[in-house]
């Protein structure tokens, strides 16, 4: 599986663009690059998915370069509901790609502040 | 659908006893999961199935753990005998896998408390 990097920690106010990045240099030609969010007490709950250029929903924007080797999370104008921990997963999730196994990395704290 | 459904949400048991996890997933998926979270180690994978058979169970820390999946609609983690280091939250989840794409809904877990 490819092993993911992401901040720690980031703080932002309300009413701000946030942009979380997560790094994947050995990512896989199949892999897809997911993100989850998950609030305390709450299981992760997933925001996006994509396997390249950009993707958007009425959550969230997720751009992918050309060489799939990071990916960022954009979050628009975050409020204080947005304060959760983010999670960056790579991986094939198909049967019989071995990334089946939806392993979870240290996440990335957003503390939104007023 | 009511989504991936666990109980208890809540259990205390004291040290040596057994405890059972339930989970029933959502209906029509293919791939469940158990994941125990704590502050030290995160988020972890326990194992997961497919089409009801475990694929990978190197996540389970102990032989004191066990999981089965009966058929498509349930599955269960055992912890014989409990101790006061298993006390975290058990995530069950619930996916489609069957293309690239896939999104894995979890459910509200279950507080462990072990005394």
């Known amino acids: 599986l490819a092993k993911t990097t992401q901040p720690i920690s980031m703080d932002s106010y309300e009413g701000q663009e946030v942009n979380i990045t997560c790094s994947h240099n050995n990512i896989a030609t199949n892999d897809y690059i997911t993100w989850y969010q998950q609030f305390p007490s709450q299981g992760p709950r997933f925001i996006i998915q994509g396997y390249k250029t950009k993707v958007t929903n009425e959550v969230a924007s997720l751009f992918i370069p050309a060489d799939r080797k990071s990916s960022t999370l954009s979050l628009p104008r975050v409020s204080l509901s947005d304060t959760a921990v983010y999670y960056c997963l790579v991986g094939d999730m198909r049967v019989t790609g071995g990334g089946n196994k939806l392993t979870f990395g240290t996440g990335t704290q957003l503390k939104v502040e007023l | 659908d009511a989504g991936v459904i666990q109980s208890p949400r809540h259990e205390v048991t004291e040290m040596g006893q057994e405890v059972t996890l339930r989970c029933k997933p959502i209906?029509?998926?293919?791939?469940l999961f158990w994941y125990r979270q704590t502050m030290m180690r995160g988020l972890e994978l326990l194992i997961y199935f497919n089409n009801n058979v475990p694929i990978d169970d190197s996540g389970m820390p102990e032989d004191r753990f066990s999981a089965k999946m009966p058929n498509a609609s349930f599955s269960t983690l055992k912890i014989q005998p409990s101790e006061p280091r298993d006390s975290a939250v058990y995530f069950c989840?619930?996916?489609?896998?069957?293309?690239?794409?896939?999104?894995?809904?979890f459910g509200q877990g279950t507080r462990l408390t072990v005394v």
């Open positions: 209906s029509g998926h293919n791939s």
């Open positions: 989840a619930s996916s489609w896998t069957g293309t690239g794409k896939s999104e894995a809904f």
